[in-house]
């Protein structure tokens, strides 16, 4: 029995020490698949023998495997921006990873050669992402690195909606003190409650530019509004939309234009 315990021991040892020097890539391809086979290589602590000759616990010096990143962390993200984050494992490698936590609009790609959190969040707030490396595919066994926490803050998007003259009205639903109600309210394609779907393009409450489907580019701001500049006639437009009725003055040909809502 002392025979064989000491024939497992040096063998996974030897793995060990192979591990850590430099081999040549095949080699080191080979010892990395029989990881997967001995659990021990992949574990952090083993029973070796001591200076006097009794048996002792010890740390293997940096066979410990655990979750790491080179990107910072705490990380940063906004809202309606693409956000990547890539991580692995130091020591061995992990066949799976178990992501938790994971805000809406992010997904892990659940790949082990690369894995990657990524998307564009949707929601504002502060995140804790919880990493965990496992032996084997499947996340499961008790072969596992300890918790990687990715601490994530996600900061609202940069749209003229984001001050105090906007008010949620829930559901997605926004209300500003000058423009109105409207659902949305980040750059892209928004619905208004008067005149549609229009697209903003801009973050500054002062002045921005609006695509309508009927009129082409619109600028207008918080000082502006109801007036708007309509850069196909390289005039202005005044807006005197009601909920039954969308419609603007034309200050170039004196008349009132009738519109439907887009």
């Not at 083993?46 to 705490?74: C, M, Q, R, W």
Request: aromatic letters at 18%.
């Amino acid at each position: 029995m002392q025979l064989v315990w000491k024939a497992n021991y040096s063998v996974t040892l030897l793995f060990i020490v192979l591990l850590r020097v430099p081999l040549p890539p095949p080699v080191k391809s080979i010892l990395n698949a029989a990881v997967l086979i001995n659990p021990k290589i992949w574990c952090s602590k083993f029973v070796v023998p001591a200076i006097s000759g009794t048996l002792a616990t010890h740390a293997i010096s940096g066979a410990t495997t655990y979750v790491k990143s080179d990107e910072e962390n705490p990380s940063q993200a906004k809202v309606g921006d693409d956000y990547s984050f890539g991580f692995y494992t130091y020591g061995h490698f992990a066949a799976s990873y178990k992501v938790e936590g994971i805000p809406e609009g992010l997904s892990f790609n659940g790949s082990a050669l690369g894995p990657l959190i990524s998307g564009t969040p949707t929601n504002a707030g502060s995140y804790s992402i919880e990493i965990t490396g496992y032996r084997y595919p499947g996340t499961d066994g008790i072969y596992k690195t300890p918790t990687y926490t990715l601490d994530l803050e996600i900061q609202p998007a940069d749209t003229p909606w984001s001050d105090v003259n906007t008010q949620s009205l829930d559901s997605g639903w926004w209300r500003s003190d000058w423009f109105g109600v409207f659902y949305g309210r980040n750059n892209g394609w928004f619905y208004h409650q008067l005149h549609g779907w229009l697209f903003l393009s801009g973050d500054d409450e002062d002045g921005f530019w609006l695509y309508d489907e009927n009129e082409g580019w619109l600028f207008t701001g918080r000082n502006l509004h109801p007036l708007f500049f309509r850069w196909r006639s390289n005039t202005w437009i005044y807006d005197m939309s009601t909920y039954n009725q969308r419609r603007f003055w034309d200050y170039q040909s004196k008349s009132i234009l009738n519109l439907t809502r887009n």
